[in-house]
C-alpha cells in the first residue's frame, strides 16, 4: 500500500505526521497526491486507483455548485470520473491537429537562495510544446515546476499543463470556457475546492502558537516572503498568521496560511524590517489565551513605536 504521507510537500509536516502516525482518508490522501510537487500525472493517476481500492469510501463535503451529487458523496466515483477527464484533457493538449502557440512559466530555487522561490515567464511564444520546453534555463537554480500554456491562433487560452523539472506531465489544466459545467465543476470543485472544512486544514499541524515560520511558494514581493508569526493554529479550523505588510514598515496584518508547505524559519535570519516578530513570537508562546488575530494585529499597529522605541543609554536613564 502506498505511504501516502510521502506526498506532503513540507518536510516538517510530512516528519509530524509519520511520527503520530496519521492515517489519511480517501478524500485526504486523494488530496496528498494531487498537491504533491515532486510526482508525474502518471503516479497521481495510480495512487487515486490505489486508494479506490484499499480505502474505504467517503463523502468529499464539497459544496460546489453544479458538481453532480454521486461526486459530492463518493470519493471513490469521483476519482473514476476525475482520473478519466484528466485523460481527455491530457489528450486535448497533445493535439496537434490545429496550429497553436505555447508560453512557457517556471518556478525556480534561484542559485545562492535559500527560503524563496521564484515565479519567472517566458514572454515569446513557440511553435512546439518541444520548443517551450527547451527555453527554461538549466543554470540559474533548482526548477521546481514548469508549466506550458497552449493558446489557438487567436491568442485564446486553451489547455495548460504543469510539468516536473525532467519534463514529466504533472497535471493538466483548462480554461473555464474549454470546459461545459458539469466538467468545470468536476475539474475544481473537490480537490481545489476552499471551502467549509477545508481539506487542507484537517491535517494535524507541528506548529504552535508562536512559531515563526515561512511558505517557500509565497512571493518575496508579497507579504514580505511569507514569513510569519503562527497565531491560531487548530486542525478542521481556519489557521492565522501575522504577516509583516510591505507597504507600512513595522505594521502586521492577519492571514490565512497555508501550513501544508511550511517549514520553520530561523530567527537569527530575520532581518531588521522583521524586528517585530521576535516580540510577537515572545508573547504568544508565553500566553496561551485565545485571542482575536485582527484585533491583536490592531493593537500591535497602532502601538508600534512604544514596542519598537530604542532602548535608552543606561547613563541617561536618569
Same mark, same amino acid.
Given at each position: 500500500?502506498?505511504?501516502?504521507?510521502?506526498?506532503?510537500?513540507?518536510?516538517?509536516?510530512?516528519?509530524?505526521?509519520?511520527?503520530?502516525?496519521?492515517?489519511?482518508?480517501?478524500?485526504?490522501?486523494?488530496?496528498?497526491?494531487?498537491?504533491?510537487?515532486?510526482?508525474?500525472?502518471?503516479?497521481?493517476?495510480? @495512487?487515486?486507483?490505489?486508494?479506490?481500492?484499499?480505502?474505504?469510501?467517503?463523502?468529499?463535503?464539497?459544496?460546489?455548485?453544479?458538481?453532480?451529487?454521486?461526486?459530492? =458523496?463518493?470519493?471513490?466515483?469521483?476519482?473514476?470520473?476525475?482520473?478519466?477527464?484528466?485523460?481527455?484533457?491530457?489528450?486535448?493538449?497533445?493535439?496537434?491537429? &490545429?496550429?497553436?502557440?505555447?508560453?512557457? &512559466?517556471?518556478?525556480?530555487?534561484?542559485?545562492?537562495?535559500?527560503?524563496?522561490?521564484?515565479?519567472?515567464?517566458?514572454?515569446?511564444?513557440?511553435?512546439?510544446?518541444?520548443?517551450?520546453?527547451?527555453?527554461?534555463?538549466?543554470?540559474?537554480?533548482?526548477?521546481?515546476?514548469?508549466?506550458?500554456?497552449?493558446?489557438?491562433?487567436?491568442?485564446?487560452?486553451?489547455?495548460?499543463?504543469?510539468?516536473?523539472?525532467?519534463?514529466?506531465?504533472?497535471?493538466? =489544466?483548462?480554461?473555464?470556457?474549454?470546459?461545459?459545467?458539469?466538467?468545470?465543476?468536476?475539474?475544481?470543485?473537490?480537490?481545489?475546492?476552499?471551502?467549509?472544512?477545508?481539506?487542507?486544514?484537517?491535517?494535524?499541524?507541528?506548529?504552535?502558537?508562536?512559531?515563526?515560520?515561512?511558505?517557500?511558494?509565497?512571493?518575496?514581493?508579497?507579504?514580505?516572503?511569507?514569513?510569519?508569526?503562527?497565531?491560531?493554529?487548530?486542525?478542521?479550523?481556519?489557521?492565522?498568521?501575522?504577516?509583516?505588510?510591505?507597504?507600512?514598515?513595522?505594521?502586521?496584518?492577519?492571514?490565512?496560511?497555508?501550513?501544508?508547505?511550511? &517549514?520553520?524559519?530561523?530567527?537569527? @535570519?530575520?532581518?531588521?524590517?522583521?524586528?517585530?516578530?521576535?516580540?510577537?513570537?515572545?508573547?504568544?508562546?508565553?500566553?496561551?489565551?485565545?485571542?482575536?488575530?485582527?484585533?491583536?494585529?490592531?493593537?500591535?499597529? =497602532?502601538?508600534?513605536?512604544?514596542?519598537?522605541?530604542?532602548?535608552?543609554? &543606561?547613563?541617561?536613564?536618569?
Amino acid at each position: 500500500m502506498i505511504d501516502f504521507l510521502k506526498f506532503v510537500n513540507s518536510d516538517t509536516v510530512r516528519n509530524h505526521l509519520r511520527q503520530i502516525r496519521y492515517q489519511p482518508t480517501a478524500l485526504e490522501a486523494a488530496w496528498l497526491a494531487w498537491q504533491c510537487e515532486t510526482i508525474s500525472l502518471e503516479e497521481k493517476c495510480a @495512487s487515486w486507483l490505489e486508494i479506490i481500492e484499499t480505502l474505504p469510501d467517503c463523502p468529499t463535503y464539497s459544496r460546489t455548485m453544479g458538481l453532480k451529487a454521486k461526486y459530492r =458523496d463518493n470519493t471513490h466515483t469521483f476519482l473514476r470520473a476525475y482520473i478519466a477527464q484528466q485523460k481527455e484533457l491530457t489528450t486535448a493538449f497533445y493535439q496537434t491537429d &490545429e496550429s497553436a502557440v505555447y508560453h512557457a &512559466e517556471y518556478q525556480i530555487l534561484p542559485k545562492g537562495e535559500r527560503f524563496w522561490r521564484e515565479y519567472r515567464t517566458i514572454e515569446e511564444g513557440f511553435p512546439t510544446l518541444e520548443s517551450a520546453l527547451k527555453t527554461i534555463p538549466k543554470i540559474e537554480g533548482d526548477i521546481i515546476r514548469i508549466t506550458i500554456y497552449k493558446k489557438n491562433s487567436k491568442g485564446d487560452f486553451l489547455t495548460s499543463a504543469r510539468f516536473l523539472p525532467d519534463h514529466r506531465l504533472a497535471f493538466v =489544466d483548462a480554461h473555464p470556457g474549454y470546459l461545459d459545467n458539469d466538467k468545470w465543476a468536476l475539474h475544481t470543485g473537490v480537490l481545489r475546492y476552499r471551502g467549509i472544512p477545508c481539506i487542507q486544514n484537517n491535517f494535524p499541524s507541528p506548529f504552535h502558537p508562536g512559531d515563526i515560520l515561512y511558505n517557500p511558494n509565497m512571493p518575496k514581493e508579497l507579504f514580505s516572503g511569507g514569513v510569519f508569526v503562527a497565531a491560531e493554529i487548530e486542525p478542521h479550523h481556519y489557521p492565522s498568521g501575522f504577516f509583516l505588510r510591505n507597504d507600512k514598515p513595522d505594521r502586521i496584518l492577519s492571514l490565512v496560511p497555508f501550513l501544508p508547505d511550511c &517549514e520553520y524559519y530561523p530567527v537569527t @535570519s530575520l532581518t531588521k524590517p522583521y524586528r517585530i516578530f521576535p516580540l510577537i513570537s515572545k508573547f504568544l508562546k508565553r500566553n496561551h489565551t485565545a485571542l482575536n488575530p485582527q484585533a491583536f494585529a490592531d493593537f500591535i499597529n =497602532d502601538h508600534h513605536d512604544l514596542f519598537l522605541s530604542p532602548a535608552v543609554p &543606561e547613563n541617561d536613564k536618569s
